[in-house]
């Protein structure tokens, strides 16, 4: 077999440690002199072992860019417990443990408010209030929306809302659907996003909050 030598300076010692280091594991590599002959079997061999570490790390790093990139579905609920009266002269119950449902208790029809927080560059999806109208022969209204209130430009725009309709036999908590959605896009750097809800005056009805819908991509 043809010799060849070649005089490994501390320079090329170093390229090879740190390309060792940033592959992970090469498996054993041949280690040459200073003065003395490198076979080129040996040489090559050396970076056959570094190419293929640093192959099967690509590999890796790719599966795992696959893995978590791609369109991905999350929600947000806020319960009753987040809400608050939109003024004065307004009350409600605590249902239960805590805040776990809204019953206005006084002759006016009640609003409340409530901040949500929505990731950045989201798509806005579905958004769906839980209400319970308990009362079988009136029917009580209930009604959520998701609205936005944005500087560049300067709105304060509907998002998305959900209202009851034709719910007056029914005595159990239903999710109502949403009846209107923009589809809009979450721009945190000019908006702020938060969630009204509707309550007639008392009566059966109990309201137990809302949940929002949204999909965002991961690069």
Known sequence: MRKVFILFTISTVLFLGATSALAGNVGALTTFSS???AYAQSVNDNFTAITVAVDDNAAMITTLQNAHSGTRT??????AAGFMPEGTGYSFDRI???????????TSSNGYFAA????????ITSFSTLCEDNDSVVNRDCYSELRSQ????????????SRNSGTSTTTQAEWLPQTYNQG?????TNCLYFMRAYIT??????????RIGYEYTLD
């Open 96 to 106: 239960g443990s805590g805040v776990s449902a809204i019953r206005p208790l006084n």
């Open 116 to 123: 949500v927080s929505l990731p950045h560059g989201a798509t």
């Open 35 to 37: 003065g003395s002959p």
């Open 201 to 210: 005056s008392a009566g059966n009805i109990y309201f137990y909050g809302s």
């Open 74 to 79: 999350g929600y947000v609920t806020v319960s």
């Open 184 to 188: 809009s896009t979450v721009d945190n």
């Open 150 to 161: 944005c500087r560049v430009p300067y709105s304060n725009d509907i998002e998305a809302y």
